[in-house]
């Protein structure tokens, strides 16, 4: 049985140049689905050729291409584009807005990261091959006497296009959040996701130039223009965008697990206006700790970047408190969804408490440019993101295109996916504590890393055979169509007061009543506009004191 | 003043200048010193920007939203490119400042359309 056809099929015009939100934002999110395929594929190589000592699966350069496109694709065109295509289709209706403010920016911003990413991609087909200086372009690595392939300007030229699209979309979403808001909708009564957004949005409008700027002096360099920035101030620009890209990566899965854990727990979101203030503080610190990244350069304040890394442990701590508050003495249904947002806070806390540990200078000299950074960068960003982006789809999926995924295979891609994580990531913690280097293509024999290396390589085939399972339960539920209705899961947010997929301009019946963050709660619950504001425990209160009206 | 919103820029920017002030505290280089000063004046303009605005907004009976742009496509490919153009050659360059002129004229056309349905819409209205 197929779900009813809300709109027409797109024609080729509209599927180039609509400015619906929604249509921009599946577009994105579709982009960024084709790009982290082709960059779990590099990084599968890259298992292969490290699985044991000695192995030359690709060469020395080949593997150098390797990790610098994976890790770029899956920094500028995978995460970064997948959380704000996440927003881009959920912010207005959140909010209770017909459409994105600027529309035609966003879909230009859109088409920027597209066209970056096949710009990247096609140093692939230069005649020296792709980049090779990895995904931050070290200068003096990346400068021409170094990497003097076309390849590296191409890389250059697609990381600034996709930038660009990214700031052009986060301006349209900002704007649509201050300036858009339904009638009721204030600042404090936007879910917990939009926050997430906000936090995400306001970091890439006021840090992600600095990357703009780092790569066209790079590129000024790379023409011959001298040496016109020093390889500290080029790491100083980059890193001023470089950490809180790990955040833009972060907070929007953050608010999704949010709005899964509510919904799944039946419970209202525990510590609303805690959480909120957590994210701008948050926000604040993520984009005031990025010379933590250069402990070992001895060029920076190693004591003011040291204590507000450590600092971010506050509001990291009241968002992880809420979270497993809102859950605390809840109806918890363990579906898809759930297990996602679950398997998000455990792997996450494993690269969150690593994080403390290279967050100390004295530790991060140790674990400087070793496995364990890599262990613990990918705890934050496959643990947290990607496990956030599936808790993410999985929960709004039947909004999106009105159709249920099958929860058993969604469960089986869980655990395929959870088991994997561990199998690839944890080993290379005890790899970077026993010195093994990152971006090296061998290891000798004698070193004992072996074993390790295969267990890590054997989770990454796993990993793989989870987003396989994905693929197969997107292709059998798509033929076999459940119809979703408007509210599947019994949401809270006003996303699922329109129909599933919603109509052009979003809603086609009058909103309910915006009277908390959680209106569609409220208006299950009955609850009036001051109870709503107070949450349940208000009614509860009432009752105590005798109002016989309160029930 | 009409609330606009934008005061969340306000105290985004006030936290982020607290760490400021204590980053200035450790006398380090020039450089970071400015990022982040730079990232503070960006969201206190920003805030004026939209509180400006939202003084000067006045509520419309219509508001015409686009529902293709073939402009904004065009104005995406030409500015790639002027970028790609920057490595392969002034003829790519020259390309792209082209494809770019023609995305921006698109819009500018596009622009005036969709104010030219808002002018009849708001006339069919005051007949009504």
Known sequence: MRAPAIASPPGPLERLASTDHKRIATRLGGAALVFFLAAGVLALVMRLELAQPGLQVVSTETYNELFTIHGSTMIYLVVTPAALALGLYLVPLHVGAGDIAAPRIALAGMWLIVLGGIVMWSGFLAKQGAAKATWVGFDPLADAPYTPE???????????????????????????????????????????????????????????????????????????????????????????????????????????????????????????????????LFTALSMSVWAHHMFTTGAVANRYFALTTTAILVPAGVEYFDLIATMWGGRIRLAAPMLFAIGFLLLFLIGGLTGIWIGSPPLDYHANNSYFIVAHFHYTLFGGSVFGLFAGLYFWWPKLFGWLLRDGLGRLHFALMFLGALLTFIPLFALGHEGMTRRIPDYPASEGWGTLNLISTIGSFVIALSILVFLINVAISWLRQVPAGDDPWMGMTLEWATSSPPPRHNFDRPLPPITSFAPLYDLRHGLRPEEAEQGPEARLAGVAGGQEDAV | MRRSGALVLVVFAAILATWWVVLLLWRTDALPTALLGGSVTGLLVAFLIFALSAQRRRPVAVRASPDLSLGAVVLAFGVTGLVVGAEVGPWLLLVGAAVSAGGLAQLGREHMAARRAIDRATSARRAV
């Open chain 1, 150 to 280: 076309s390849g590296m300007d191409l890389w250059i030229g697609g990381v600034f296009l996709a930038t660009l699209g990214e700031i052009a979309i986060a301006a349209c979403l900002l704007a649509t959040m201050l300036r858009k808001r339904a009638p009721g909708m204030t600042l404090l009564r936007m879910p917990v996701f939009c926050w997430g957004v906000m936090a995400t949005v306001l970091m890439v409008v006021f840090a992600f130039p600095a990357l703009l700027v780092a790569l066209g002096l790079l590129f000024a360099e790379r023409q011959g223009a001298g040496d016109v920035v020093s390889s500290v101030d080029y790491q100083h620009l980059f890193w001023f965008y470089g950490h809180p890209v790990v955040y833009v990566m972060f907070f929007p899965f953050v608010g999704a697990v949010a709005e899964v854990i509510s919904t799944f727990s039946e419970r209202r979101f525990f510590g609303y206006f805690f959480m909120v203030l957590s994210l701008l």
